[in-house]
């Protein structure tokens, strides 16, 4: 069984930065694809970022390109989001995800985060 848990989230204000935890259990936390994903209130939940298990492969959304960083270290079974000139329209809750393929759809993910929610004030 693998578990998620992430932290980091809370309120900043536009143009602040934040960075995002997400800590993995399991022993095969190298072999895992990780991805970041993104619900607003009343919106599906969006792709923000994924990294491949070696994290020589690194995706992004178009609205983040540029202001985010995906990063990983399998030596602490961790992987990070670096969120920086934040935007009003990045208030969501953050969800971290790990599978077996790089991908940007959720469904491509089979286990999952609690998530945390960052509020980013204008």
């Known amino acids: 069984q693998v578990q998620l848990v992430e932290s980091g989230g809370g309120l900043v204000q536009a143009g602040g930065s934040l960075r995002l935890s997400c800590a993995v259990s399991?022993?095969?936390?190298?072999?895992?694809?990780m991805g970041w994903f993104r619900q607003a209130p009343v919106k599906e939940r969006e792709f923000v970022a994924a990294?491949?298990?070696?994290?020589?492969?690194?995706y992004y959304a178009d609205s983040v390109k540029g202001r985010f960083t995906i990063s990983r270290d399998n030596t602490r079974n961790t992987v990070y989001l670096h969120m920086n000139s934040l935007k009003p329209e990045d208030t969501a809750v953050y969800y971290c995800?790990?599978?077996?393929?790089?991908?940007?759809?959720?469904?491509?993910?089979?286990?999952w985060g609690q998530g945390t929610q960052v509020t980013v004030s204008s």
């Open positions: 995800a790990a599978g077996r393929f790089l991908g940007t759809t959720p469904h491509g993910y089979t286990y």
């Open positions: 399991g022993r095969t936390f190298s072999s895992y694809v």
């Open positions: 990294i491949s298990w070696s994290a020589g492969n690194t």
